[in-house]
T-cell receptor, first 113, second 112 residues
Framework: DQQVKQNSPSLSVQEGRISILNCDYT??????FLWYKKYPAEGPTFLIS?????DKNEDGRFTVFLNKSAKHLSLHIVPSQPGDSAVYFC????????????FGTGTRLTIIP | GAGVSQSPSNKVTEKGKDVELRCDPI?????LYWYRQSLGQGLEFLIY????????KSGLPSDRFSAERTGGSVSTLTIQRTQQEDSAVYLC??????????FGPGTRLTVL
């Protein structure tokens, strides 16, 4: 039972354009959402997060949008850079702080120079 | 400062052998988590330690898996009688409390 779903296993985007990564969830108890970025042979690194009381959070080139009614969130990267090429994981928590993360299966983003 | 470290980085073992994976969390972090990532899958929660509370073991896939955290710091994940389906990258994360989880580089376990 996959509670967090990333339906696109891969995505290729031209450098300078916008990258949009999507994530859907099924558990309405989730109230905090995170995006992690992972390079090969490294652990995931935190990128950006959003609480369920918000619908948008922006940090530099990265913006996360949350649509609670649709149980959908997305990560926008603009402009995309070659260093953004990595696997991106969407994750969710039911109680912010010391609760386990439920991860999606990841989307491999490739930025084409 | 130092991040989360894990050892070994790679472990190859034969089916049926026991393995121990180690995690050194960031100093002062009270919460410690173990996850694993099997080939083509997302990260799967295994176990969570918070201070002196009883650990949340709800993610452990079988009784062959166990973990301990000594002195509220270092943690060891033990897999007994390893099976080929245990092959995965095992990731440890720590958190200072009401904050993001910080991940180590992982241990890649291969069971032949």
């Amino acid at each position: 039972d996959q509670q967090v779903k990333q339906n696109s296993p891969s995505l290729s985007v031209q450098e300078g354009r916008i990258s949009i990564l999507n994530c859907d969830y099924t558990n309405s108890m989730f109230d905090y959402f995170l995006w992690y970025k992972k390079y090969p042979a490294e652990g995931p690194t935190f990128l950006i997060s959003i609480s369920s009381i918000k619908d948008k959070n922006e940090d530099g080139r990265f913006t996360v949008f949350l649509n609670k009614s649709a149980k959908h969130l997305s990560l926008h990267i603009v402009p995309s850079q070659p260093g953004d090429s990595a696997v991106y994981f969407c994750a969710a928590q039911s109680n912010f702080g010391n609760e386990k993360l439920t991860f999606g299966t990841g989307t491999r983003l490739t930025i084409i120079p | 400062g130092a991040g989360v470290s894990q050892s070994p980085s790679n472990k190859v073992t034969e089916k049926g052998k026991d393995v121990e994976l180690r995690c050194d969390p960031i100093s002062g972090h009270t919460a410690l988590y173990w996850y694993r990532q099997s080939l083509g899958q997302g990260l799967e929660f295994l176990i969570y330690f918070q201070g002196n509370s009883a650990p949340d073991k709800s993610g452990l896939p079988s009784d062959r898996f166990s973990a301990e955290r000594t002195g509220g710091s270092v943690s060891t994940l033990t897999i007994q009688r390893t099976q080929q389906e245990d092959s995965a990258v095992y990731l440890c994360a720590s958190s200072p409390g009401l904050d993001t989880q910080y991940f180590g580089p992982g241990t890649r376990l291969t069971v032949l």
